[in-house]
């Protein structure tokens, strides 16, 4: 199983990303996909997540303003950033379950 995670960069507060993870290896239509955040000096936090079915849940921080999503026919799952704020900066990993997989992680830097 291999995860390809992409799309981070340095913006400014307000602006938008979208981050994408390639998934290669695994039925990824049955899997479910998630997001985490880990900023500096803290703990790994699950920011999305995606079932195979389509359900959806967020991090109270980030409701209305990030959005996951996924493309079965193309092994990719997505989540895309707006009104980004400073305290968004963090690397973003991609996890695959069940199989417990990590992507190698994107930074996202937010400025003010």
């Known amino acids: 199983v291999q995860l390809q995670a992409s799309g981070g960069g340095l913006v400014q507060a307000g602006g938008s990303l979208r981050l994408s993870c390639a998934v290669s290896g695994v039925t990824f239509r049955l899997s479910t996909m998630a997001w985490y955040q880990q900023a500096p000096g803290k703990q790994r936090d699950l920011v999305a997540q995606i079932t195979s079915g389509g359900s959806t849940n967020y991090a109270d921080s980030v409701k209305g303003r990030f959005t996951i999503s996924r493309d079965n026919a193309k092994n990719t799952v997505y989540l895309q950033m707006n009104s980004l704020k400073p305290e968004d900066t963090a690397i973003y990993y991609c996890?695959?379950?069940?199989?417990?997989?990590w992507g190698q992680g994107t930074l996202v830097t937010v400025s003010s």
């Open positions: 996890n695959i379950r069940p199989w417990n997989v």
